[in-house]
């Protein structure tokens, strides 16, 4: 009877131990699998959320428009026999832009200003008139950036232009160059302030002009 148990005893020890051991490597075997597999799994996972979450790259549309308020010094021409005085007048403008790279622009700029004009003859007899002017310009433009949000620009191109004085029967049009200078500055990537000082070589008692506007980008 006790060598009988002591021999139960070591076969159901042996078959334990038998039954220890492969559970053991089926264990070490299954972890290196799951180990391998994490080492691959959480990488793809982090590359294709870095995929998805990358942005697009988007190009800044070249187009630009610009709404402004002006003001015109007035001067004083001969026109036949008598003399016409343009006192200080207002208006506003609009300038349409395409940026044709390495700082240089396009524009189409329309402006509308109106003042007084005082209108005197060869017996200084004077009489004053209120009268139109209707310019449109077509300019080439160059800007150079001092900072990303500041520049100064300077523009030059040809001008045609509208003059209109009912009280004195007139209503003509001439054309000339115009050239300016200027200052934009930037508020973020949409919108600016712009400043600009303008010239002309048609004659007239209009003046110069002085423009201050919003520019959008589109």
Same mark, same amino acid.
């Given at each position: 009877?006790?060598?009988? !148990?002591?021999?139960? +005893?070591?076969?159901?020890? &042996? =078959?334990? =131990? !038998?039954? =220890?051991?492969a559970a053991g490597l089926s264990a070490y075997a299954l972890t290196g699998v799951l180990f391998a597999g994490g080492d691959i799994?959480?990488?793809?996972?982090?590359?294709?959320q870095a995929m998805v979450c990358e942005p697009e790259e988007t190009k800044e549309s070249d187009f630009y428009v610009i709404v !402004?308020?002006?003001?015109?010094? &007035? #001067?004083?021409?001969?026109?036949?026999?008598?003399?016409? /005085?343009?006192?200080? &007048?207002?208006?506003?403008?609009? /300038?349409?832009?395409?940026?044709?790279?390495?700082?240089?622009? +396009?524009?189409?700029?329309? @402006?509308?200003?109106?003042?007084?004009?005082? %209108?005197?003859?060869?017996?200084?007899?004077?009489?004053?008139? #209120?009268?139109?002017?209707?310019?449109? @310009?077509? #300019?080439?433009?160059?800007?150079?950036?001092?900072?990303?949000?500041?520049? +100064?620009?300077? !523009?030059? &191109?040809?001008?045609? %232009?509208?003059?209109?004085? /009912?009280?004195? %029967?007139?209503?003509?049009? #001439?054309?000339?160059?115009?050239?300016?200078?200027? +200052?934009?500055?930037?508020i973020n990537e949409q919108y600016a302030l712009v400043a600009e000082y303008e010239k002309s070589t048609i004659e007239g008692p209009?003046?110069?002009?002085?423009?201050?506007?919003? =520019?959008?980008?589109?």
């Amino acid at each position: 009877m006790y060598i009988y !148990k002591t021999y139960l +005893i070591k076969t159901v020890g &042996g =078959m334990d =131990m !038998k039954k =220890m051991m492969a559970a053991g490597l089926s264990a070490y075997a299954l972890t290196g699998v799951l180990f391998a597999g994490g080492d691959i799994a959480p990488q793809e996972v982090v590359e294709q959320q870095a995929m998805v979450c990358e942005p697009e790259e988007t190009k800044e549309s070249d187009f630009y428009v610009i709404v !402004k308020g002006l003001t015109v010094s &007035g #001067d004083t021409v001969l026109h036949e026999e008598n003399t016409f /005085d343009g006192d200080r &007048g207002y208006g506003f403008g609009i /300038d349409l832009g395409y940026r044709l790279g390495s700082g240089f622009a +396009i524009e189409y700029d329309f @402006a509308h200003a109106e003042n007084t004009v005082t %209108e005197t003859d060869v017996h200084h007899q004077s009489e004053e008139g #209120d009268a139109n002017y209707y310019s449109h @310009a077509l #300019d080439l433009v160059y800007t150079y950036r001092l900072t990303d949000s500041f520049g +100064i620009f300077a !523009k030059g &191109g040809y001008e045609y %232009e509208i003059e209109e004085i /009912d009280a004195f %029967e007139i209503d003509e049009d #001439d054309n000339g160059f115009n050239y300016g200078i200027g +200052i934009e500055w930037a508020i973020n990537e949409q919108y600016a302030l712009v400043a600009e000082y303008e010239k002309s070589t048609i004659e007239g008692p209009r003046g110069d002009n002085i423009f201050a506007g919003v =520019m959008y980008n589109f």
